[in-house]
């Protein structure tokens, strides 16, 4: 029997949301591993990603329930990736947008299937993305920032929502509006396995850098697996 959306969220993405923190990537990003050229080719990974949330979202805003969590003001992330963009890729960076990898196009598509088909989906999508970012991604940005020497909030403009003053009373607010939405059981359990399909496609986009991250690892490199 489905519950609150925000609770069942959470509760269902629990094993995948461990999953992802255990990622190469990720432990990598915590030893401070990640170079800036590999993390500049991530950034990209995410624009391909926020274009088409932001784009999938603001194409739905008129139904109400996309409505309850459509807060492009606040949280919109790709004018912030831009940015970024260009500080880890220099100025011609939209050269690095094609090709499109396999697990960036896969993303995409869903992000586009939902939009298309089921609109309730897309705030699976929106919960997977902004709410990590405002969670776990508020970690990733000082562990940027320590290990690259960032001055003054230069390059880990993603991670800084200057349209939101508390983060917590947001996240909080947020969860508020999941639990407003109004879909029948079914749909209430496909947004839950979006959210679970989304983490994973997350991670495939993680291990897309994996063999790049063992070559840093190999012998005669400073680096540890
Ligand atoms: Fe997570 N996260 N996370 N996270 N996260 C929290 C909440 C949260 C954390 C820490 C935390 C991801 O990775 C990490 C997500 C989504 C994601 C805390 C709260 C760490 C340390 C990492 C590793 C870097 C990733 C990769 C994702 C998704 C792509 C969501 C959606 C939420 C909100 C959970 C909820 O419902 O409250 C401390």
């Known amino acids: 029997m489905p519950g609150l959306l925000a609770v069942d969220l959470k509760e269902g993405t629990k094993v995948v949301h461990a999953d992802a923190e255990r ?3 990720i432990k990598y990003f915590f ?3 990640i170079t800036p050229a590999i993390y500049g080719r991530f950034l990209i990974s995410l624009y391909h990603v926020y274009t088409a ?3 999938a979202l603001d194409k739905c805003k008129d139904n109400a329930n996309i409505q309850l969590i459509y807060y492009p003001v606040e949280l919109a992330r790709k004018e912030a990736l831009e940015q970024d963009l260009e500080f880890f890729n220099g100025p011609d960076w939209r050269e690095m947008l094609s090709p499109v990898s396999p697990a960036q196009q896969a993303y995409i598509d869903a ?3 939902c939009a298309d088909t089921k609109p309730e ?3 699976a999508h929106s919960y997977v993305r902004y709410l990590g970012d405002l969670s776990g991604g508020q970690i990733l940005a000082k562990k940027l920032q320590k290990y690259n020497d960032l001055p003054d909030g230069l390059g880990v403009a993603f991670y800084y929502f200057d349209r939101i003053e508390d983060k917590d009373g947001f996240k909080e607010n947020y ?3 999941l639990n407003q939405v109004e879909v029948d059981d079914e749909t209430h359990l496909a947004i839950i396995e979006e959210s679970k ?3 994973i496609r997350n991670i495939d986009i993680f291990a897309e850098f994996d063999h790049e991250l063992d070559a840093i690892a190999l012998p005669g490199h400073a680096a540890k697996k």
């Open 175 to 177: 969860r508020k509006r």
């Open 23 to 25: 990622s190469k990537f």
């Open 121 to 123: 989906l897309l705030i």
């Open 197 to 199: 399909q989304t983490f």
């Open 53 to 55: 949330l932001e784009t």
């Open 111 to 113: 992000i586009r299937r």
């Open 31 to 33: 030893k401070g591993e």
